[in-house]
């Protein structure tokens, strides 16, 4: 058996409130396509009732893996086994809340047919003309952002003002040589993949997000803080030459 074209990663912590209605969208959005396609939710020890939501969405359709680990890793963790686990030709992960839509694919697709090994979505129009945030995050939050963006564009990800919309995608190949060697379980592995994309040479392109802020987010002001501290350890990562030679 052929492996699919697109792989779609969904990690899951405690999201039964959202999880149908993304699950809903992505399906339909995928049955749509040419292509072939997977969808790989991976759970991230939690503790409502998200697992039993997706096997009654998953009931009588096929192309949907659950990966139940039991104990919490944290989104970065998740992240990584999910990518590694997939199967796809191209390998995208996104939020449980669909803040951004499996729409945005649409607009990724032609860029991996043209060559790019990494396709992201970006918030920020200095990224990619067009972006928008449909509801804005509340101010700290914003502010928080920009101020986090300069400290992780100097010590980590250079030239990228939105390196943590959780939309990105990779190829096969980009996929299993970057996850298979990060190390970041939390919150900062976005900057981690980033960063390693850039340390082994794949060429790196950006969409326009048109981004709906979820007040439920899991992200908190801790959350932050351990992405700068994360930032800081990918430098000291790479100095000490942890993720091996560039290519």
Same mark, same amino acid.
């Given at each position: !058996? @052929?492996? =699919? ?15 149908? #209605? ?29 697992? &039993? ?5 998953? &009931?009588?359709?096929?192309? /949907?893996?659950?990966?139940?680990? &039991?104990? @919490?890793?944290?989104?970065?963790? $998740?992240?990584?086994?999910? !990518? ?12 449980? +809340?669909?803040? $951004?839509?499996?729409?945005?694919? +649409?607009?990724? &697709?032609? *860029?991996? +047919?043209e060559g790019c ?7 920020? =129009? ?9 509801? =804005?995050?509340?101010?700290? #939050?914003?502010? *928080?952002?920009? !101020?986090?963006?300069? %400290? ?9 003002? +939105?390196?943590q919309c959780g %939309?990105?995608?990779?190829?096969? @190949? ?11 379980d939390r919150w ?5 993949? *980033?960063?390693?994309?850039?340390? %082994? ?31 800081? #350890?990918?430098? *000291?990562? /790479?100095? #000490? ?7």
């Open positions: !058996m @052929n492996d =699919p074209y697109l792989s779609v990663v969904i990690p899951a912590y405690n999201e039964e409130k959202r999880i149908t #209605k993304t699950l809903d969208i992505t399906y339909a959005y995928l049955k749509r396509q040419a292509y072939s396609w997977e969808i790989v939710v991976v759970l991230d020890g939690v503790t409502d009732g998200t697992a &039993k939501k997706i096997e009654e969405f998953s &009931k009588d359709k096929e192309g /949907i893996r659950v990966i139940d680990r &039991k104990q @919490n890793r944290g989104k970065g963790y $998740t992240v990584r086994e999910g !990518m590694l686990a997939a199967h796809g030709v191209v390998r995208l992960f996104t939020d449980a +809340d669909n803040s $951004t839509d499996i729409s945005h694919f +649409d607009t990724m &697709k032609p *860029l991996f +047919d090994d990494v396709v992201i979505a970006s918030r920020d =129009p200095k990224d990619a003309e067009g972006a928008t945030q449909a509801v =804005p995050q509340p101010a700290f #939050k914003r502010l *928080l952002g920009n !101020m986090g963006n300069l %400290f992780i564009q100097i010590v980590a990800v250079h030239g990228i003002w +939105d390196t %939309f990105k995608a990779f190829t096969k @190949n980009a996929s299993e040589k970057i996850f298979s060697v990060s190390h970041i900062g592995f976005d900057i981690e993949a *980033l960063a390693l994309a850039r340390r %082994f040479g794949f060429r790196i392109c950006i969409i326009p997000a048109h981004w709906i802020n979820d007040a439920e987010s899991h992200v908190k002001l801790s959350g932050y803080i351990g992405v700068l501290l994360e930032t800081v #350890k990918i430098r *000291l990562n /790479i100095v #000490k030459g942890v993720y091996g030679k560039k290519s």
